[in-house]
């Protein structure tokens, strides 16, 4: 059997663009033979629609663009993802479906069991979980035909560092009973920069395990936090990956089931280096945010720091240098470096830069404030003014242009509060707030690779936020070496204070990060969204309590 | 038998704190010859922890004060709700769950079979659910012991406008076979204006249902939007409320088993008006966000509009007249009833307030980007900035004073995007942003119930923004009366657009609202935490896609 595997980039919601993707898609396979083309999970719609979900029209919508999809199916048959209503009178509404169709109509639907809900996840707010498993028969083959999480079975159990399995259940011991003779995973996977390895490594010991080949085809590009990397793949019954589709875009190949276990393996191409896979992925979320909101020009404030500098390389990258305006907004705090360094980033990137000085509304602002704050002496309040004042600029920028503002803040600074809320935080999406500053100086050197555009002074300099005289980051928090290495057992591997301390960590660093962490939850609260490139991300899918004691 | 109702108002993960309360309770109730007292859900860390539950040393924190708890039970048994650790190698890994305490220790856990995953909950998120029935048996008394949404079995499903139940299991149908004396159930069920209604006629069925006495106890207090009502009651088997703790108040009472048939019923005092539960909700809300992070002083800005006017009053109210200050921050479009009104408003309360121009400041910015705007036409922006200085404004304030900033939006603006980011959206929580305008009106009333302390001026004034010359909310916006009846179709009702119009509705008012919903999504991402007094408010309970196209 001659199967498609269809790794598209869907819109949410979108449901005339995502038809005409899979349509489109449909003919091809046709043309070249297929007898089977593949979607990924949800594709009707794109993953993940939230609470559209829970509205009544929006699930008519998916139905009728099924059937309206479904009279493209004639002498090939497809698998689309979709959400379908649960017909029983108990349990939630829908299902997490998978719809084979053939014949002009859809013939079975088979639906998801292991929801996932934890991180981003909220599979079970919407969908009841299956648990009816029945083998699907096409053309005298015999399919296991499964949804995405459904081969994770042997998912651990992330947190409370327990042994043990996240799930009760396992699809596949029940559908091996009936002697398939290949599975088929519909996905809708997302991207973190270790999760390529660890996809891979699960599906493979699927095939293996089952002795059945196995094609998975997941969904590509950004949708707000997650960006999905595709990443599809036929892997024969001895684990062999012998088809890989690319990462990151768009892409249609047909595999001939006959010939998977004859066909040379893929031999896999992991990095060591994850700068790389992280810089395509926020090229893909930067790209497909403009793209899918129908925006095409970009603004930023350009400081002469490191994390301005990155970001407005990605953005010149990925929209164009054309497309992107920046402000150079210089205090007197301002070292020159910082303005020269700042002009010439601009010019190596060939975008458009004007330079306003704040110092004249930052007195503004200090005179109204004379006979409020007398008798007062200057604290935070007067370096976050001028936080705000450039945010304040920022905005004013992104209104009068049309252009859509980024945000520049990292991963480090969002998770100590070393940022101005309304001011530096200001944006319509963070690029760099899943990156730890330690990576944003990789990323930069990455950019650099073949030739400087972030001026090195940018990058070997002291970081700086540049709001009192002579002021170092390093003057309020650890070096970054060590505070991103804190942060990251706390955040991504969930450690607990005492158990940081005991890998060898300075007891007093330590609880002075975790504390300032905890206490900046508030600050997170209002962060914009951010693109999510490992495992967790500051935003959705990391729900922390803000009036508590922690 | 002599059970003591124990509604306490937790600070979530503060456990020393909440060991203190529950242990003062105890002694009380062994004082009265109390044979058990019932704490709430999760009552040993408050409802809800959130990712904290993904923290071992937060669940072996939940242990070891269980067990110090517990060494104060003697001569008393004690019901506690606590997370516990499921020791099963398959399944999430926590239960939520109550500790039956006796003679010192742990005796016994029960634990919560339907886990709410909708709206605000996510306890899917971390607990596996419970399969496993069993009675619980004290000094001769049989006790169905259950968790909140145990006894709401019969629960509708809540959207795609459905016949049917969210859930398939039942586990009171599961206890009733052993045969129990008496129901338990203790609940962190979250406030909101139609709730207590339905609450207590969900637990009267179940009374009458199964024949039995019932004992509800609810925890009580604001936890950043949730607010608890307490609530909590005995009912007898005929279904009579015989005990009820007062709402939004701590309170502890001792009910005799022997005698709840022969109590005189206390009869339902719901009132029509859901204006003064609203208030003495968001009073609540206030107090303790403020008390249980510790913090006293309040600040925000006084438009002399209608939100403002009521954020200030429930302000002074629940923080005291003088730990609240404000800002007067007049434009050249503020007219002079505006100012007067503020005034009047601050004198009525006894409030502290300052005046502080923003033209020059305005005016500082516009000169700054004189070139960077030549050429181009005042539009938006121009506003904005407006906003923008009176929301660094405040956040000056909120620095050099340490108080905390309100947020003065109203659901209705929340809804339709009628407020500017990084201005008057700023605040550390919102306390009308589950309130419609309306709404807000009808609060404004009830505040001036026993004489004006709002001005009737800003009371009958039509709504303005003041932030061009005559500007009224009518010219952008529908009626109040016509938007917010509209909305609440839309938003707490999920009716679609043909729905909504198919009621009669203006086709094209409907229309635009409906799209001014959905294109406003990416302002309520960044919008602070907001009080949540109905059954749907936005934030964490609705949960909608960005990048998409609806």
Same mark, same amino acid.
């Given at each position: 059997m001659k199967i498609a595997l269809a790794q598209l980039n869907y819109i949410v919601s979108h449901f005339d663009y995502n038809k005409g993707l899979i349509i489109d898609a449909i003919n091809k396979a046709k043309a070249n033979k297929a007898d089977l083309i593949v979607f990924s999970e949800m594709s009707v719609c794109g993953y993940m629609p939230h609470d559209l979900l829970e509205q009544h029209d929006f699930i008519v919508r998916c139905q009728n663009y099924i059937t309206e999809i479904a009279q493209h199916c004639n002498g090939i048959a497809a698998i689309v993802g979709a959400p379908t209503i649960n017909k029983s009178a108990k349990g939630k509404k829908l299902f997490n479906s998978a719809c084979f169709i053939s014949n002009g109509k859809i013939q079975e639907i088979r639906n998801k069991t292991l929801l996932p809900t934890y991180d981003i996840f909220d599979e079970y707010r919407y969908f009841e979980p299956n648990d009816k498993f029945e083998i699907l028969e096409y053309n005298g083959t015999r399919i296991a035909l499964t949804i995405c999480?459904? /081969?994770?079975? !042997?998912?651990? @159990?992330?947190?409370?560092?327990?042994?043990?399995?996240?799930?009760?259940?396992?699809p596949m011991e029940q559908l091996i009973k009936q002697k398939p003779d290949i599975i088929i995973n519909i996905a809708a996977s997302p991207f973190s920069y270790n999760q390529g390895k660890v996809r891979r490594q699960v599906l493979r010991e699927n095939a293996i395990k089952y002795n059945l080949p196995l094609i998975y085809v997941n969904q590509v590009g950004g949708n707000t936090e997650l960006i999905f990397d595709g990443d599809s793949k036929a892997i024969n019954s001895k684990g062999e990956v012998v088809c890989q589709l690319p990462v990151f875009e768009s892409d249609i190949q047909i595999i001939d089931t006959a010939k998977l276990n004859s066909t040379t393996p893929i031999p896999a191409v992991d990095e060591d280096n994850y700068i790389p896979r992280i810089h395509k992925a926020l090229i893909t979320g930067i790209k497909d945010y403009f793209t899918k909101m129908g925006f095409k020009t970009a603004t930023l404030g350009l400081s002469g720091g490191i994390d301005s500098a990155v970001v407005v390389a990605l953005a010149a990258e990925a929209l164009?240098?054309?497309n992107v305006r920046v402000l150079l907004m210089p205090s007197k705090y301002s070292s020159d470096h910082s303005v020269n360094d700042a002009v010439e980033l601009a010019q190596n990137l060939g975008i458009k830069y004007d330079t306003v000085p704040i110092q004249p509304i930052v007195d503004s602002f200090e005179l109204s404030l004379t006979k409020v704050f007398e008798g007062m002496e200057p604290d935070v309040t007067e370096e976050n003014i001028q936080a705000r004042v450039r945010g304040t600029l920022m905005m004013a920028m992104s209104n009068k242009y049309r252009n859509i503002l980024f945000n520049t803040s990292n991963k480090s600074e969002a998770a100590v509060g070393y940022s101005t809320m309304y001011g530096d935080m200001n944006?319509?999406?963070?690029? /760099?707030?899943?990156?730890y500053k330690t990576d944003v100086f990789k990323l930069a050197r990455y950019i650099n690779r073949?030739?400087?555009? @972030?001026?090195e002074n940018s990058i070997i300099k002291p970081p700086s936020a540049? /709001?009192?005289?002579? #002021? !170092?980051d390093s003057d309020s928090l650890p070096d970054y070496d060590l505070l991103d290495a804190i942060l990251f057992q706390y955040?991504? #591997?969930?450690?607990s204070e005492s158990e940081i301390i005991e890998m060898g960590y300075n007891e007093a660093v330590v609880r002075k990060t975790l504390r300032l962490v905890n206490i900046n939850e508030y600050k997170r609260f209002q962060t914009p969204p951010i693109l999510r490139v490992s495992s967790k991300a500051f935003g959705f899918g990391r729900r922390m309590p803000l009036v508590a004691k922690y």
């Open positions: 999480e459904d /081969l994770w079975d !042997k998912q651990p @159990i992330a947190y409370v560092q327990a042994k043990g399995q996240l799930y009760k259940n396992s164009g240098a054309e944006g319509a999406f963070s690029v /760099l707030g899943d990156v073949n030739g400087e555009i @972030i001026p540049e /709001l009192r005289p002579n #002021q !170092k955040i991504e #591997q969930k450690m």
